[in-house]
């Protein structure tokens, strides 16, 4: 999909807006587990999740290479969204950033403050996605798929920012939503040449990735019920699945009360604010514990931003404090 080269000039692309975001050893995570762990925090972007290096990377190719294109249109559950409508704003093209209802309060709001119009359509993101397809037929707008070269290679960035810093992880965990997170780890790790084992996490809920990773084809489904919205995703994409079952080492999935437990645990252990995608990495690793003593683990915190009645209700109050016993 790209070189090394490639993989650089991206880098510089993304490091114009976004800072190489921290990597830390935390402690209290090392005794929750068992072992080393290494978190990457890419909740520490200007849109606080890591899809904010892909729309960067996909924009700069746009301006070079199709700069009469009019608008562009898609469709999210937030932080695709918020990545487009950042980069549309520093490279001055209109975006529309489609929704299902019910969509995230706090994600719509940021969306539409980068200078997005926002549409709500559909009762998940499914429908919204095939909407935004209809418009951008209609209305000549260019669609830019959750899935894309450009994507992957702008957020295979913060994997080449990890893996150089920490390159003796033997254990990568990175949750799944369309899937240009865990493919560019895969393929930034095989240009660097590590042995890194990288691990797919997904929902319960939401498990299509998993199926088709085990069928070795794209396998859909027809609910993505999980709460982790993130990872909510019923119809994976080919190429994605494609890379995954060449690379990754195999998927866990979690569920909703093993990813509000883990949100817990980076904020009483790290003081950190995940969003239940963001945790799900963690929530993978504490299923697994027993089979990583001895080992260096890595985890995305791929992002933060859950609305904030959500986190009250969902990690605060409504299911048991049950984390403690990871310990």
Known sequence: MFDLAELERAHGIVGQAVPPTPVHAWPLLAERLGTTVIVKHENHTPTGAFKVRGGLVYFDRLKRERPGVAGLISATRGNHGQSLAFAASRYKLPVTIYVPRGNSVEQNRAIRAFGAELVEYGE?????????????????????????????????????????????????????????????????????????????????????????????????????????????????????????????????????????????????????????????????????????????????????NVDFDRFRTWVGTEVAVTDRMAV
């Open 124 to 304: 998940d993101f499914q429908a919204a996605r095939e909407e935004a397809y209809r418009r951008a037929e209609s209305n000549g707008l260019e669609i830019v798929p959750a899935f894309h070269p450009d994507l992957v290679l702008g957020v295979a960035t913060y994997a080449l920012e990890l893996l150089r810093k920490a390159p003796d992880i033997d254990v990568l965990y990175v949750p799944i939503g369309q899937g240009s997170g865990i493919c560019g780890c895969i393929l930034a790790r095989d240009l660097l040449g590590l042995k890194t084992e990288i691990v797919g996490v997904q929902s319960t809920e939401a498990p299509a990735y998993a199926l088709s990773f085990a069928a070795g084809m794209v396998v859909t489904t027809e609910t993505s019920n999980t709460r982790a919205d993130g990872v909510a995703t019923r119809i994976p994409d080919a190429d994605a699945v494609a890379i995954m079952h060449k690379g990754a080492s195999r998927m866990v999935q979690v569920t909703d009360d093993e990813i509000a437990a883990a949100m817990r645990a980076y904020w009483t252990d790290t003081h950190n604010l995940a969003e239940g995608a963001g945790a799900a990495a963690l929530a993978a690793a504490l299923q697994e514990k027993n089979r990583l003593q001895g080992k260096r683990i890595g985890l995305v915190l791929t992002g933060g």
